[in-house]
């Protein structure tokens, strides 16, 4: 199965955006690139996905790289909701976590 | 409606003892999958249902866990002789047909001592 790299954790200021960036250098061709986010105590929520494209929606935005060996999520504008642990997968059949990026979030 | 249910929400065993975990998953959904998450790491696989069809359980880590979806919808993940190592946070996810989002219950928390 193929591996994403994130960082262990950022920081971001309230109110400013956030880049969580994701390697993932042996994408195969039909992988889809996932973010799922983990608030304290709960199970992970589905954020965003795309193939190729770049692609919004109300929770934010993904920004693929034209070889897909990457990709960024990005928060327009932090909340302090939005502290929380951001996971980048490619999906198959299975999901594969990794450990994530820690994001806190700075009044 | 209703989002994916897990029970019990924690759970206390003596290690040796047996333990079963229930998910709930959305009415109607297809695929169900169960993680096991450890304290500090990401969820890891276990196991993934499509119906009551189990299609891939090479992510249980030995003979002792076992998985089953009987009718396609509530499914059990027991654990035998249980040990230390299996304290972790136990996530199910359902999906529902041509969807890749998975949607997740809260958890159990098994803690054995």
């Known amino acids: 199965d193929a591996k994403t790299t994130q960082p262990n954790s950022m920081e971001s200021n309230e109110e400013e955006p956030v880049h969580l960036p994701c390697n993932h250098s042996?994408?195969?061709?039909?992988?889809?690139i996932h973010w799922y986010r983990q608030l304290p105590s709960q199970g992970p929520e589905y954020v965003i996905h795309?193939?190729?494209s770049n692609v919004n929606n109300r929770m934010a935005s993904l920004a693929i790289a034209e070889d897909r060996k990457s990709s960024t999520l990005i928060l327009h504008r932090a909340t302090l909701r939005d502290a929380a642990v951001y996971y980048c997968i490619l999906t198959g059949n299975q999901f594969y976590f990794g450990t994530g990026t820690s994001l806190t979030v700075i009044p | 409606g209703a989002g994916v249910s897990q029970s019990p929400r924690y759970k206390v065993a003596k290690r040796g003892q047996d333990v079963a975990l229930r998910c709930d998953p959305i009415s109607g959904h297809v695929s169900l999958f169960w993680y096991q998450q450890a304290l500090g790491q990401g969820p890891e696989f276990l196991t993934y249902f499509q119906n009551e069809a189990q299609l891939d359980k090479s992510g249980l880590p030995s003979d002792r866990f076992f998985a089953e979806r009987p009718e396609g919808s509530v499914s059990t993940l027991k654990i035998q002789r249980t040990q230390q190592e299996d304290s972790a946070v136990y996530l199910c996810?359902?999906?529902?047909?041509?969807?890749?989002?998975?949607?997740f219950g809260p958890g159990t928390r098994l803690t054995v001592t």
């Open positions: 042996t994408i195969s061709g039909t992988d889809y």
């Open positions: 996810a359902s999906t529902g047909t041509d969807s890749y989002e998975q949607y």
């Open positions: 795309g193939l190729t």
